[in-house]
């Protein structure tokens, strides 16, 4: 048995600061806590109390990698002007939305955006797998 690869990229790139993903070893699933749910957190600590080992936390990616995908992204696009753009879009409070805003008529370069994040999060992926000595499926 192996755990979903899909919710395992979801964990991987969750935004909300009040979740939280673990990999449960023992029934290879990925299980969110979030502090919205008193349920599912009190379970969960039921769960841990049981059997400390079971659980494997899933990292959240830091500002400074979020950060760094920016950056690599920008190394790679080949239009000067909308480099330049894309390295001011780094200064403002949310860098991943004005991006995005200025990729909507660029197809190509969009395309080229949703694929490196892509790549960046199968990257996250296989190295949390070898890490953990996990096995995924697809």
């Known amino acids: 048995m192996a755990i979903d690869e899909r919710k395992l990229i979801e964990a991987l790139n969750e935004g909300d600061p009040n979740a939280q993903w673990f990999a449960d070893v023992k029934l290879q699933t990925v299980r969110k806590v979030t502090l919205q749910d008193q349920q599912s957190i009190e379970q969960f600590k039921r769960d841990l109390a049981a059997d400390s080992r079971r659980f494997v936390k899933i990292p959240k990616r830091t500002g400074a990698e979020r950060y760094a995908e920016l950056q690599g992204f920008i190394r790679l696009v ?59 499926v697809k």
Not at 79 to 102: G, I, N, V
Not at 125 to 133: A, C, E, G
């Open 78 to 136: 080949a239009d000067k002007s909308l480099a330049d753009k894309l390295s001011e879009a780094l200064s403002s409070p949310s860098p991943y939305r004005e991006m995005h805003r200025l990729l909507e008529r660029k197809a190509k370069e969009k395309r080229q955006f949703e694929a490196y994040l892509k790549e960046c999060s199968l990257k996250r992926l296989r190295s949390f797998l070898k890490l953990t000595h996990l096995e995924s």
